[in-house]
């Protein structure tokens, strides 16, 4: 073989590595960027539609109720990350079905007429939006105990801002009679940086004619910058990766059949006597955040922002923390679980409605209620899902009906 | 950004590639890669790129400079201005915390009450802000020393000094053996292969052993009274690590390199295959020592000013390495513990002898384990537990409280890395055929690399069921 011959047999087995490397990178980064915008939906945290406000109410073409089939299932958000099937049916529980109505802007609402005149709307996270069938929503709770109306506007799987915003969107500030906004989040979502973050996006969200009293700021252009600084894109990348979910899949597995653990993102909370409950990891992680993490000073002050910027369109601000299923059941976490062989902090809801009060920001404290309840045997959350169940449901609803009652009394 | 990072193997490599490969024409190649470098640092925090832009402005004005000087006087102002700025900055951004504390601490001890006579600042160290200074003030000796010319292409000296491959941890380059291949490179099929299996071989050893074992280290390195097994396993664990992390970095560096037709040095040589610990530093970060050697210890006189001053220098050269590494007190003792076993085994002449080399490799490993064991520690008391579990004061301890510590599989991970370092050949000395067998292994290991980058780094996508 000549030395060109040899260099040449070389550089093709050399070409072979090359191509291959080339297609799977070429396969790996086609198919996780599609999937980001297709599956995970990632525009929609990076593109905020909104609209100004208008000037004038525009009335609806028509105003239809959709039915919507909610197929009984089993299992829960925390059970589903167990890929072993005989595993996961230890912890499953059997979540009814139901038909649920939506009406024209596509939240579940029991049917109303379209000139109803809603003085309480409910927002927040998954955990406002959830129950079923829709009697057990809970703005449907609310709405029985204080025998009025209240629209429901939470918006599940975005976290606790989404739902203000496209409340914003769809309201006509100013010719609205006044309405009480009742925002629910879940405990684990409360930090200084989060919170400081949405707070920028009101700001560039107002408009200037309809609230003066606002600093003054340029127009959302549509495209949220700040999700797209490196800092955002560190965890946003990752996280709306498919790749990376078929690998945590995958180690699961490894984990299971090879060390017989559960994964890491799952808490094992049992109890004697009773039925084992799971836990969320990424909770139990956000109770190991130090106060310098957590700031809720910031937090606190992104409320009271929060609370002048609805003041100035006529909504009057209702906060509903929800406490962590962990830290009401913080007993149950195994010692194993600990991080660094310390336990976690106690819960930041004291401090933080604490803070609220001293700023004159109505908020319903539910800690003292739930851990009440579960003292007496009470379970007020899904064993095998991070949500509150029926029960945890109608306890916040008594509580934000007496705090409704009392801020409504002369 | 990091290497082993979503931003960086989905999302700035691949548009690197393209960009180089084909968008962009050649003659912006240069441009281009320093762009790519900037926003690659800057991604952590963009203000560190305004201080490299900085010291990058400074290092090529003295290098004209010191060519175009007349005198000697001169020339020697411009050198002195260049390597003084340089340690200015970087001994601002990286002692001056430790100088403040040690000497608040002082102070205090002598007044006998607390007495903060420095501020102590909040500062941020900026990222590889040793590296680029090293490699920018050799630039600058190298043209005084008239071994190599100073460029008038701007874009070419910063390209050396940002450089994304090496910019971080390594490997430290001198401006003349990377000159010649920024002006012109070749890019070949069997560089772009060399540059994905450096690259694969790198990060597994990072991600899957490295990684791997750190877990046992937190273990061993946290437990309050170590015994003698506890001790030594977690040494034994750190002594992987910090191997299979640094030199699989290097190997990214070396791969990524090759991947842009850059032919960058070989960093480690199966270091822990050392018989004295003269031959560790020949093995051991490699570039580092060679500049120790050329730009401290020959100008501090190196070995021609006698035994004594010999003996002086190694001590210090070694000394200020180690503070090199990292603002802490345990940086200097490790450098130092090491610069007086290098003058003793100058002055017994160990170093040279050729038997017994298979005792002689296994003393070397202690001896750059409890080395390592300084180097770990976050202050002297910590050293001072571990090594006095090291020696026996707490017990000797058993296997099932090591096994119930530190968990059945990292251990055999730890066995399988430690056999590996002594028995298997490093990453330079692979015959690669690039037959289908070794393109499988690595697409495996890529695979599984990228996959622990990935459960590292994300969070479970809780399903919104409802």
Same mark, same amino acid.
């Given at each position: 073989?000549?030395?060109?011959?040899?260099?040449?047999?070389?550089?093709?087995?050399?070409?072979?590595?090359?191509?291959?490397?080339?297609?799977?990178?070429?396969?790996?980064?086609?198919?996780?960027?599609?999937?980001?915008?297709?599956?995970?939906?990632?525009?929609?945290?990076?593109?905020?539609?909104?609209? /100004?406000?208008?000037?004038?109410?525009?009335?609806?073409?028509?105003?239809?109720?959709?039915?919507?089939?909610?197929?009984?299932?089993?299992?829960?958000?925390?059970?589903?990350?167990?890929?072993?099937?005989?595993?996961?049916?230890?912890?499953?529980?059997?979540?009814?079905?139901?038909?649920?109505?939506?009406?024209?802007?596509?939240?579940?609402?029991?049917?109303?007429?379209?000139?109803? +005149?809603?003085?309480?709307?409910?927002?927040?996270?998954?955990?406002?939006?959830?129950?079923?069938?829709?009697?057990? +929503?809970?703005?449907?709770?609310?709405?029985?105990?204080?025998?009025?109306?209240?629209?429901?506007?939470?918006?599940?799987?975005?976290?606790?801002?989404?739902?203000?915003?496209?409340?914003?969107?769809?309201?006509?500030?100013?010719?609205?009679?006044?309405?009480?906004?009742?925002?629910?989040?879940?405990?684990?979502?409360?930090?200084?940086?989060?919170?400081?973050?949405?707070?920028?996006?009101?700001?560039?969200?107002?408009?200037?004619?309809?609230?003066?009293?606002?600093?003054?700021? /340029?127009?959302?252009?549509?495209?949220?910058?700040?999700?797209?600084?490196?800092?955002?894109?560190?965890?946003?990348?990752?996280?709306?990766?498919?790749?990376?979910?078929?690998?945590?899949?995958?180690?699961?597995?490894?984990?299971?059949?090879?060390?017989?653990?559960?994964?890491?993102?799952?808490?094992?909370?049992?109890?004697?006597?009773?039925?084992?409950?799971?836990?969320?990891?990424?909770?139990?992680?956000?109770?190991?955040?130090?106060?310098?993490?957590?700031?809720?000073?910031?937090?606190?002050?992104?409320?009271?922002?929060?609370?002048?910027?609805?003041?100035?369109?006529?909504?009057?601000?209702?906060?509903? /923390?929800?406490?962590?299923?962990?830290?009401?059941?913080?007993?149950?976490?195994?010692?194993?679980?600990?991080?660094?062989?310390?336990?976690?902090?106690?819960?930041?809801?004291?401090?933080?409605?604490?803070?609220?009060?001293?700023?004159?920001?109505?908020?319903?404290?539910?800690?003292?209620?739930?851990?009440?309840?579960?003292?007496?045997?009470?379970?007020?959350?899904?064993?095998?899902?991070?949500?509150?169940?029926?029960?945890?449901?109608?306890?916040?609803?008594?509580?934000?009906?007496?705090?409704?009652?009392?801020?409504?009394?002369? | 950004?990091?290497?082993?990072?979503?931003?960086?193997?989905?999302?700035?490599?691949?548009?690197?590639?393209?960009?180089?490969?084909?968008?962009?024409?050649?003659?912006?190649?240069?441009?281009?890669?320093?762009?790519?470098?900037?926003?690659?640092?800057?991604?952590?925090?963009?203000?560190?790129?305004?201080?490299?832009?900085?010291?990058?402005?400074?290092?090529?004005?003295?290098?004209?400079?010191?060519?175009?000087?007349?005198?000697?006087?001169?020339?020697?102002?411009?050198? @002195?201005?260049?390597?003084?700025?340089?340690?200015?900055?970087?001994?601002?951004?990286?002692?001056?915390?430790?100088?403040?504390?040690?000497?608040?601490?002082?102070?205090?001890?002598?007044?006998?009450?607390?007495?903060?006579?420095?501020?102590?600042?909040?500062?941020?160290?900026?990222?590889?802000?040793?590296?680029?200074?090293?490699?920018?003030?050799?630039?600058?000796?190298?043209?005084?020393?008239?071994?190599?010319?100073?460029?008038?292409?701007?874009?070419?000296?910063?390209?050396?000094?940002?450089?994304?491959?090496?910019?971080?941890?390594?490997?430290?380059?001198?401006?003349?053996?990377?000159?010649?291949?920024?002006?012109?490179?070749?890019?070949?099929?069997?560089?772009?292969?060399?540059?994905?299996?450096?690259? !694969?071989?790198?990060?597994?050893?990072?991600?899957?052993?490295?990684?791997?074992?750190?877990?046992?280290?937190?273990?061993?390195?946290?437990?309050?009274?170590?015994?003698?097994?506890?001790?030594?396993?977690?040494?034994?664990?750190?002594?992987?690590?910090? @191997?299979?992390?640094?030199?699989?970095?290097?190997?990214?560096?070396?791969?990524?390199? @090759?991947?842009?037709?850059?032919?960058?040095?070989?960093?480690?040589?199966?270091?822990?295959?050392?018989?004295?610990?003269?031959?560790?530093?020949?093995?051991?970060?490699?570039?580092?020592?060679? &500049?120790?050697?050329?730009?401290?210890?020959?100008?501090?006189?190196?070995?021609?000013?006698?035994?004594?001053? !010999?003996?002086?220098?190694?001590?210090?050269?070694?000394?200020?390495?180690?503070? &090199?590494?990292?603002?802490?007190? !345990?940086?200097?003792? &490790?450098?130092?513990?090491?610069?007086?076993?290098?003058?003793?085994?100058?002055?017994?002449?160990?170093?040279?002898?050729?038997?017994?080399?298979?005792?002689?490799?296994?003393?070397?490993?202690?001896?750059?384990?409890?080395?390592?064991?300084?180097?770990?520690?976050?202050?002297?008391?910590?050293?001072?537990?571990?090594?006095?579990?090291?020696?026996?004061?707490?017990?000797?301890?058993?296997?099932?409280?090591?096994?119930?510590?530190?968990?059945?599989?990292?251990?055999?991970?730890?066995?399988?890395?430690?056999?590996?370092?002594?028995?298997?050949?490093?990453?330079?000395?692979?015959?690669?055929?690039?037959?289908?067998?070794?393109?499988?292994?690595?697409?495996?290991?890529?695979?599984?690399?990228?996959?622990?980058?990935?459960?590292?780094?994300?969070?479970?996508?809780?399903?919104?069921?409802?």
């Amino acid at each position: 073989m000549t030395p060109e011959n040899r260099t040449s047999n070389e550089d093709k087995s050399a070409r072979r590595l090359v191509l291959v490397m080339g297609l799977l990178l070429a396969v790996l980064l086609g198919g996780d960027w599609f999937l980001r915008f297709y599956w995970f939906a990632w525009h929609e945290t990076i593109w905020l539609k909104s609209r /100004p406000i208008a000037e004038t109410p525009t009335a609806p073409a028509s105003f239809l109720f959709t039915e919507q089939e909610v197929p009984p299932r089993t299992g829960g958000d925390l059970s589903h990350l167990i890929p072993i099937p005989d595993v996961r049916k230890r912890y499953e529980e059997r979540h009814a079905g139901a038909v649920v109505t939506l009406d024209p802007a596509g939240f579940r609402n029991v049917p109303y007429d379209p000139s109803t +005149q809603f003085s309480v709307v409910v927002v927040g996270d998954s955990y406002m939006a959830a129950g079923l069938p829709l009697s057990n +929503q809970a703005s449907a709770v609310l709405s029985a105990l204080m025998g009025e109306p209240i629209l429901n506007r939470a918006v599940p799987g975005r976290g606790p801002f989404q739902s203000v915003l496209r409340l914003l969107n769809e309201m006509d500030a100013g010719s609205q009679p006044p309405r009480l906004v009742v925002w629910g989040f879940i405990e684990r979502e409360v930090s200084g940086s989060a919170f400081a973050r949405f707070v920028q996006q009101l700001q560039a969200f107002s408009s200037r004619e309809k609230a003066p009293a606002i600093p003054e700021a /340029p127009a959302a252009s549509g495209l949220r910058w700040a999700a797209l600084a490196p800092a955002s894109l560190r965890v946003a990348l990752p996280n709306s990766s498919a790749m990376a979910q078929i690998s945590r899949k995958t180690w699961s597995l490894i984990q299971y059949y090879g060390a017989r653990r559960l994964p890491s993102e799952i808490l094992v909370l049992e109890e004697a006597g009773q039925p084992p409950m799971l836990g969320y990891g990424e909770a139990l992680a956000s109770m190991y955040w130090t106060p310098a993490e957590r700031d809720l000073p910031l937090a606190v002050q992104s409320v009271v922002f929060i609370r002048d910027f609805l003041a100035a369109r006529n909504l009057r601000l209702i906060v509903v /923390p929800i406490p962590d299923k962990e830290q009401i059941y913080r007993d149950l976490i195994p010692r194993s679980a600990w991080r660094g062989g310390q336990p976690p902090y106690a819960s930041i809801l004291p401090a933080f409605v604490g803070g609220l009060h001293s700023n004159g920001v109505p908020v319903v404290d539910l800690s003292p209620t739930f851990m009440a309840a579960r003292a007496r045997g009470e379970r007020l959350y899904w064993r095998d899902d991070t949500h509150w169940n029926e029960t945890g449901i109608r306890l916040a609803a008594e509580e934000i009906a007496r705090l409704v009652s009392a801020l409504r009394a002369p | 950004m990091l290497f082993n990072s979503y931003e960086f193997l989905f999302l700035l490599l691949p548009l690197t590639l393209l960009g180089y490969y084909v968008v962009l024409p050649k003659s912006w190649r240069l441009y281009f890669l320093t762009v790519v470098s900037y926003i690659f640092y800057g991604w952590w925090d963009y203000r560190f790129c305004g201080l490299m832009l900085l010291t990058t402005v400074i290092n090529y004005v003295s290098a004209l400079g010191v060519a175009r000087a007349v005198t000697p006087l001169g020339r020697r102002s411009w050198l @002195y201005f260049c390597v003084g700025s340089g340690l200015a900055i970087l001994g601002f951004f990286k002692y001056y915390g430790l100088f403040a504390h040690t000497a608040n601490g002082l102070a205090g001890w002598i007044a006998g009450a607390p007495l903060p006579i420095l501020p102590e600042l909040q500062l941020i160290l900026p990222i590889g802000i040793s590296f680029y200074t090293f490699h920018s003030m050799s630039y600058v000796i190298d043209v005084y020393r008239g071994a190599v010319q100073p460029t008038r292409n701007f874009i070419s000296f910063a390209c050396f000094v940002s450089l994304f491959t090496q910019l971080v941890a390594g490997p430290i380059i001198r401006y003349r053996d990377l000159a010649a291949q920024l002006m012109a490179r070749t890019h070949t099929l069997q560089k772009a292969a060399l540059g994905l299996a450096f690259f !694969t071989l790198g990060m597994a050893k990072k991600l899957l052993l490295a990684d791997g074992v750190s877990p046992v280290v937190a273990s061993c390195f946290g437990v309050a009274q170590p015994d003698f097994i506890t001790a030594w396993t977690g040494v034994l664990s750190y002594t992987m690590q910090i @191997y299979f992390d640094f030199s699989g970095y290097s190997d990214m560096a070396v791969g990524l390199g @090759y991947l842009f037709g850059f032919e960058i040095m070989q960093n480690f040589h199966s270091p822990y295959k050392a018989v004295s610990i003269t031959d560790f530093w020949r093995r051991w970060h490699i570039s580092l020592s060679t &500049w120790l050697r050329d730009y401290l210890y020959i100008p501090l006189g190196g070995s021609r000013g006698g035994t004594l001053l !010999t003996y002086r220098n190694l001590v210090l050269t070694m000394l200020l390495g180690g503070l &090199w590494h990292g603002a802490n007190w !345990t940086f200097v003792l &490790w450098g130092a513990y090491h610069g007086f076993i290098l003058a003793l085994e100058r002055m017994t002449g160990c170093a040279e002898a050729s038997r017994a080399r298979g005792f002689r490799r296994a003393g070397t490993f202690v001896l750059v384990m409890v080395g390592w064991v300084f180097f770990r520690s976050a202050n002297l008391e910590e050293a001072g537990r571990l090594l006095s579990g090291m020696f026996g004061v707490n017990g000797w301890g058993n296997w099932v409280d090591l096994r119930d510590l530190a968990g059945g599989y990292l251990l055999a991970l730890l066995a399988l890395a430690t056999v590996l370092v002594f028995v298997a050949p490093n990453t330079w000395q692979l015959k690669w055929t690039w037959s289908r067998g070794q393109v499988a292994a690595l697409v495996v290991l890529i695979l599984a690399c990228v996959g622990a980058m990935l459960v590292n780094t994300s969070s479970p996508f809780l399903y919104f069921q409802f």
